[in-house]
């Protein structure tokens, strides 16, 4: 079985802060499928065991963000597709607010470490979680390395941009099909236009 230390190997290699193009690799490779095939060949029991809440990693700041990372990431390669993906993301959301209060997060080394601890923030449904995902966002960009702020900012907006569409529709469309809720007019006219927040790229 996976230790904290190694999932945090995995998911954050040496040297990903390099320049801002080796970082730039390294989002691909972390929101673009990337690590796919390595979660479906090493993680997938350590996956399943974190769901049965089976894995006692919360008690340090990186055994916390670990448990995140295997919950609210790897659940999405590895049920990619069904309503599974998301099954994970209210025990993920606990886990960085209770992580927030306890001063986990605060603890945490680097900008990539926090942004990963708060992600299940920017996965939610509710407005409140998704408007402080932003507000922290937004703060990691100016302790991002100088090199690396404009992928941060890249971030911060993507947040936003999350926010904005359960502002505007109350849910995520495009999670509609995979768990069997109907889309209303507005809502297919958004996914027909394709511009959805979780597939842009950053342009630099």
């Known amino acids: 079985m996976a230790t904290p230390e190694d999932i945090l190997a995995f998911w954050f290699p040496p040297?990903?802060?390099?320049?801002?193009?080796?970082?730039?690799?390294?989002?691909?490779?972390?929101?673009?499928?990337?690590?796919?095939?390595?979660?479906?060949?090493?993680?997938?029991?350590?996956?399943?065991?974190?769901?049965?809440?089976?894995?006692?990693?919360?008690?340090?700041?990186?055994?916390?963000l670990a448990l995140i990372i295997v919950l609210d990431q790897f659940s999405r390669t590895v049920w990619q597709g069904t309503a599974q993906a998301y099954a994970q993301d209210s025990s993920a959301q606990q886990l960085a607010l209770e992580g927030l209060e306890?001063?986990?997060y605060d603890e945490l080394?680097?900008?990539?470490?926090?942004?990963?601890?708060?992600?299940?923030?920017?996965?939610?449904?509710?407005?409140?979680?998704?408007?402080?995902c932003v507000v922290l966002c937004e703060a990691l960009v100016p302790d991002a390395p100088a090199h690396l702020q404009r992928l941060y900012a890249f971030s911060a907006s993507q947040a936003q941009g999350h926010r904005d569409v359960v502002a505007r529709f109350g849910r995520q469309?495009?999670?509609?099909?995979?768990?069997?809720?109907?889309?209303?007019d507005e809502e297919l006219a958004y996914l027909a236009a394709g511009e959805l927040v979780h597939r842009r790229s950053f342009q630099g």
Do not use: M
């Not at 972390?30 to 006692?56: D, M, S, T």
């Open 15 to 64: 040297g990903l802060d390099a320049d801002e193009e080796t970082h730039r690799l390294q989002f691909q490779w972390w929101f673009r499928g990337g690590a796919n095939e390595a979660i479906f060949a090493r993680y997938r029991p350590v996956l399943e065991a974190a769901c049965r809440g089976e894995l006692q990693w919360a008690k340090t700041p990186r055994g916390r």
């Open 109 to 132: 080394a680097t900008v990539w470490e926090k942004t990963f601890f708060v992600l299940p923030l920017g996965h939610a449904e509710q407005i409140d979680l998704l408007d402080r």
């Open 173 to 184: 469309p495009h999670r509609n099909a995979v768990l069997g809720r109907t889309s209303t």
């Open 102 to 104: 306890c001063g986990h």
